[in-house]
Structures are given as structure tokens and as C-alpha cells.
């Protein structure tokens, strides 16, 4: 879906302009996403398979929940509208822990460039995968799994083909936030 975003500078400064999504794509200018990694007490996180249309990493795992960030939409709504929207789950703001944010450049081809500020949160799942409904045009699957097989996996990108390639920074820094609050 098109939707009007906020541009950034490379230093993911707002500049006052906006673009549909699709120009910010086409012509490379940094906006902002939010990202929301959902966890367990008992130590699991959920994961998302990509859809199989979409088009930048079809069918690889991600984070639980990503989404771009409407133009002059607060980086929390967006991340709770994101949230309900994908796996059908009630959030509040409350529940959500910021732990950074990302700058991410990815050409995927000419006329598609990346170039996003992740705003990434941490929220605690408090209800069984089960209870999840999956937004099926956006998301193929969803897995729960340990955050022990999540590190080795993710940790130095020891399964790319499985994987959206984010950096070793990124993972490490959602590794050890979640490991914090277990």
C-alpha cells in the first residue's frame, strides 16, 4: 500500500517535505519505520516470514512487526496501528520499550532503495501464537522460537538465506535488550 511518509536527511533529521512511499523508494530518500519485536517471559521470540509477494525479501523471517511510519504520525501509534494491523494484537504504549534506532540502506535495484531510520521497540507477547491473526497480504507465516536459536542464527548473519539481512549491530543490540528483560 502507497501512503504519504516524512523525509529525512541522512542524519534522520525531519526536512519538512514528504513523498508517497513508492518515490521515497524510487529516488532513495530516507523516511522513517518502525520496527516491534515481540518476546515471551519464557524466553521466545516471535518472527515473521515475509509475504510471498512482497517485494523486497520475499518468504525471509523478520522482525515481528515492521511498518513505515505515516507522514506526521507519532513513532508509537504507528508502531500499535502496525501491530494490530499484521498479527491482529492490542498493544498499548506503555507496553512498548524503545531500544534504538537504525539507519538502514539497502539497494535492491534501481528503482527500489531502501534508505530507512528504524525505529525498533521491544513489547512482551502475553498471549499464545495461537490468538495471533496474520495479515495474510503482508505476513506468510509467524514462529515462535528461542532466543538461544534466534542469537545463533541472527547473531553473525550464520543463516543469511533464512534471514532479512539487518546488521550484526541491529540483531546483537535486540539480542541483548530482550535478554535484559527475561
Not at 77 to 83: K, N, Q
Amino acid at each position: 500500500m502507497d501512503e504519504l511518509v516524512d523525509i529525512l536527511d541522512s542524519e534522520g533529521n525531519f526536512t519538512g517535505q514528504t513523498a508517497m512511499k513508492s518515490e521515497a523508494h524510487k529516488h532513495g530518500l530516507f523516511h522513517p519505520t518502525v520496527h516491534v519485536w515481540l518476546y515471551t517471559n519464557n524466553g521466545q521470540v516471535l518472527i515473521q516470514q515475509r509475504g510471498k509477494e512482497k517485494d523486497t525479501h520475499p518468504l525471509l523471517w523478520d522482525v515481528s512487526v515492521a511498518g513505515h511510519i505515516g507522514a506526521g504520525e507519532d513513532y508509537e501509534t504507528s508502531a500499535i496501528r502496525e501491530v494490530s494491523e499484521e498479527i491482529g494484537l492490542k498493544i498499548t504504549k506503555d507496553e512498548l520499550q524503545k531500544i534504538g534506532v537504525f539507519k538502514s540502506v539497502q539497494k535492491h535495484h534501481d528503482e527500489l532503495i531502501d534508505r530507512e531510520f528504524h525505529h525498533t521497540y521491544l513489547c512482551e507477547l502475553k498471549t499464545s501464537l495461537p490468538n495471533l491473526k496474520k495479515q495474510d497480504s503482508e505476513v506468510n507465516d509467524l514462529k515462535l522460537i528461542s532466543l538461544i536459536q534466534f542469537s545463533g542464527e541472527t547473531w553473525g548473519m550464520a543463516n543469511p538465506d533464512k534471514y532479512v539481512p539487518h546488521t550484526i549491530e541491529y540483531y546483537q543490540t535486540v539480542i541483548r535488550a530482550i535478554k535484559k528483560r527475561l
